[in-house]
């Protein structure tokens, strides 16, 4: 389901005096995790929109934006990123559809093998699957190297598959959401009237499916238009937004025309997240409660086609990953295909430091930040209902700004010596910020999901047993939401491993991470070395998950 889905409405409790102590509680529950938003957040947005504005002389105008629309590589990048977007949105929504549909509506055989292909790019940084191209088509690659053919891999090409390969998962998980919200006693009906396979896939399947198609659309195509990684790597000549919006601040040291590329990212962005926001509502919001799920039946050919089609395609999937492993241990790729373990003992680009460095600051990225939504999350479903319908509307607005732009306005909101929030910059505990802050939406709906299902009879047992909220939150909140608290956790831990876009403007010569030395050695060209760095961060964020999932069945074990 799309994370932008709203649930139940926020209801508050009635009967609390203005002023008790549990008031207060609950208040500052909400007013702390609400300033670091407003400080991390609202603050150096405002300071990128300020900076747009500020003209080379110092003086405040329209300048920059007028440079802007008159430089034609700009104007060609912005072409450039809408045209790559509507493309990878098109494919990626094809083919996520005819997945979904396959794992969700047939029998096909294979379907954990497509389970794994889909989870393969969220194990590792965006530009794992440029690489893994890179080292299947590129000039040195195994292509070229057996067959003589000479393929173009960089430039458009190469960047669609490398996006698709990178969107995809997420598009077959909103689809699939879809899929499942489609009522089986209208196709047991359609049957009764006799209406044939084909007329009830389109007059059934796909109208339930409409908003969840669209929603999914606007995901793709959000974050394909903000990604950095796969440009970066396999883009070539083919600029983008989000290669211009680092051209001009680390190459040109150009801060006012990448404020405002940095606003011409967002713009899209946020009409995207809005749009997706209305068609989710739609498509999940309008679910029966008492809706039966459709179960598959067994068609041989179907299922033998769709097996076929949705093997091959997530077969790439895992081609294009497992290369770049196998690469890793390849003493000369492709000339000299001998194991060794070289390419580990790394020491150029910071060595393995980045990589620890990485692994601090997720941990601090998830563990303060699981402190800050689960208190959030218990205060504004506490709170006045008019309250809380504002602090949801600010807590879900980061969803809408690229991880380049925030990275960006961090620079501006923090690189200002003489002020207080100057002793962050440059420091890992700012990195940790900024990406917490990246996926703030995503664990505060996580999170107030799971809020959401504490019973309302339970909360109300304990306070007729004479307990407070301190009371209510011990007895009634936590041993049910602890699930919830893991799974936001290691979301927020695994996305901070692997998120570069966010990061790129806020590593310093002593301070990095492991998705930057990873573009930092293919940009040197020791693509194995980089090879070998993926494929570390993928076994800690694969080892994550699977710890995620342990735990998580455990707790379930021991509810029973």
């Known amino acids: 389901m799309s994370t932008l889905h709203v649930g139940a409405d926020i209801a508050a409790p009635a009967g609390r005096a203005p002023w008790s102590a549990d008031r207060l509680l609950l208040w500052t529950c909400v007013a702390i995790p609400l300033a670091g938003l407003a400080l991390f957040f609202l603050y150096p947005l405002a300071t990128v929109a300020w900076r747009s504005l500020v003209e080379k002389d110092g003086s405040i105008g329209l300048g920059n934006y007028a440079e802007v629309f008159a430089t034609r590589g700009i104007l060609t990048a912005t072409v450039n990123s809408l045209v790559m977007s509507a493309a990878t949105t098109a494919v990626s929504i094809t083919l996520g559809f005819a997945i979904a549909y396959g794992l969700d509506r047939s029998c096909m055989r294979g379907k954990a093998i497509v389970r794994l292909a889909l989870v393969l790019p969220l194990l590792a940084p965006s530009l794992v699957q440029g690489l893994g191209l890179i080292f299947i088509l590129g000039r ?3 292509v070229h190297r057996w067959t003589g053919w000479e393929v173009d891999i960089y430039g458009f090409w190469g960047l669609l598959i490398s996006n698709v390969f990178y969107a995809l998962p997420q598009a077959v998980l909103i689809l699939q959401a879809a899929l499942r919200n489609t009522d089986a006693r209208y196709y047991d009906a359609a049957e009764v009237m006799g209406a044939s396979s084909g007329r009830q896939f389109f007059d059934i399947t796909l109208p339930n499916c409409k908003f969840g198609l669209l929603s999914a659309a606007f995901v793709v ?11 970066a790597v396999i883009g070539g000549n083919y600029r983008v937004l989000a290669t211009e919006i680092y051209s001009q601040v680390s190459g040109q040291m150009n801060f006012g025309m990448g404020s405002v590329v940095g606003i011409l990212l967002l713009l899209p962005s946020l ?16 679910a029966s409660p008492s809706g039966l799920r459709v179960a598959p039946q067994r068609a041989p050919v179907r299922d033998a086609v769709f097996g076929i089609g949705v093997l091959l395609a997530c077969g790439t999937i895992i081609l294009t990953v ?3 492993v196998f690469a890793s241990f390849m003493r000369l790729w492709p000339y000299r295909m001998e194991w060794t373990l070289k390419h580990y003992d790394i020491t150029v680009s910071g060595g393995y430091a980045p990589l620890w460095t ?3 600051l997720s941990l601090a990225a998830a563990g303060g930040g699981v402190l800050l939504l689960f208190f959030l999350c218990f205060g504004v479903c506490r709170i006045g209902r008019g309250w809380a319908k504002i602090v949801y509307l600010l807590s879900v607005l980061p969803v809408g700004v690229p991880g380049l732009v925030l990275g960006l306005s961090y620079i501006f909101a923090f690189n200002a010596p003489g002020t207080p929030l100057y002793a962050l910059y440059g420091s890992a505990a700012l990195i940790a910020l900024c990406n917490f802050y990246h996926y703030h939406t995503q664990g505060f709906l996580t999170m107030m999901t799971g809020m959401r299902a504490v019973p309302q009879a339970l909360e109300e047992a304990v306070s007729c047993l004479g307990g407070g909220t301190v009371q209510v939150l011990r007895d009634a909140v936590l041993p049910l939401i602890g699930p919830t608290v893991l799974g936001v956790f290691f979301f927020l831990f695994m996305r901070s491993m692997v998120t570069l876009s966010a990061v790129i403007f806020l590593v310093t010569p002593t301070v990095s991470v492991a998705p930057v030395s990873v573009l930092r050695l293919d940009e040197a060209g020791f693509v194995s070395q980089a090879a070998a760095y993926s494929t570390l961060i993928m076994l800690v964020v694969g080892g994550s998950l699977l710890a995620m999932r342990a735990l998580i069945a455990g707790a379930a074990r021991r509810r029973r």
């Open 140 to 142: 040195n690659g195994l």
């Open 221 to 231: 195509f959000v974050i394909t238009i903000t990604d950095f990684g796969n440009a």
């Open 271 to 286: 009409i995207s997240v809005q749009i997706e926001r209305v068609a989710s509502q739609r498509q999940f919001g309008s």
């Open 322 to 324: 497992a290369t770049v």
């Open 358 to 360: 990485s692994l601090y």
